[in-house]
């Protein structure tokens, strides 16, 4: 499945893209569950969510709602630095020996076809197309080949990173946290969809331009191990996201370096994932 959190007319909701339409299971289940991430947290709410889709709910075109991001209530976001081979190298830092771990808030991400912000305070807006991870059962210490047993699905995110602030300290989380700076969805499709998630192809696109593409293959730390790590120093709930970490080809690697700038349109796609598809704007203080 293809699951999907939207706003139609005002309305918070959930569902699946069927055909190109969003099938409105929230409108069913909203007394049970009242979003994704409390759905993912019943062991039988994906299979309730399946079942429905054959029932007679409401389905709306998908280029009238708002798509949120899949779980736009995320407890937690974590993020991983320097994780791709390629990023590592054009960057000249040194290989991390364990997972360079970080976090964002959920009100710094948007869903698909919601512009993302550029700061009023930086120039440095940078793209970072990565592969999303979201936990769908409670989880600690959790052995690395267990792990993929503990994952709902996957999805896109481009973790917009202003660059200047990420660099003023040698903590990540200034750069990489900015309001509503980054984009995740469309959606998160489900892991049987996904049997591998290290044979697939992530690419970037600027303005129509490929900027980044690798196979998930040249992930240094692979998501079991990333589960597995993170399992030991907290727990992981139904719902939290794990973005594994950027491939080479950011603009600040770029000589000259590119920033995204209002009016540009940039697009994440994961092969057997979909498209994550954001405009740029500028910030403008009320």
């Known amino acids: 499945m293809k699951l999907v959190s939207f706003r139609k007319d005002g309305r918070q909701s959930y569902g699946a893209v069927v055909n190109g339409n969003v099938i409105d299971a929230g409108m069913k289940f909203a007394d049970r569950w009242s979003s994704l991430k409390t759905a993912l947290a019943d062991k039988d709410g994906l299979n309730q969510i399946e079942l429905a889709l054959d029932t007679d709910l409401p389905a709306h075109d998908m280029g009238n709602v708002e798509m949120l991001p899949p779980v736009p209530d995320a407890s937690k976001i974590f993020c991983i630095g320097l994780n791709y081979r390629t990023h590592i190298a054009e960057t000249g830092r040194d290989t991390p020996t364990q997972p360079m771990v970080f976090s964002r808030f959920s009100d710094s991400l948007v869903g698909s076809r919601v512009p993302l912000i550029k700061p009023k305070v930086s120039d440095q807006f940078d793209f970072e197309g990565e592969l999303a991870v979201v936990i769908g059962q409670r989880c600690r210490h959790v052995r690395t080949e267990d792990a993929l047993g503990y994952v709902a699905g996957y999805s896109c995110i481009n973790e917009g990173s202003v ?9 990540y989380l200034a750069g990489k946290t900015f309001w509503h700076s980054g984009g995740f969805g469309p959606w998160l499709t489900t892991s049987d969809e996904i049997p591998d ?3 697939l192809l992530l690419t970037t696109r600027l303005n129509g331009q490929v900027m980044q593409e690798a196979s998930t293959s040249d992930l240094l730390f692979s998501v079991p191990e ?3 790590y993170i399992s030991k120093i907290c727990p992981l709930d139904p719902g939290d ?3 594994t970490g950027t491939t080479g080809g950011v603009g600040a690697a770029r000589k000259p370096p590119v920033w995204m700038k209002k009016g540009d349109k940039v697009e994440v796609e994961i092969s057997s994932i979909g498209i994550l598809s954001n405009t740029i704007e500028d910030e403008i203080l009320e």
């Open 163 to 171: 660059r200047d602030y990420q660099r003023f300290t040698t903590q």
């Open 197 to 199: 998630p290290h044979a």
């Open 226 to 228: 990333l589960i597995s």
């Open 241 to 243: 996201v794990i973005a």
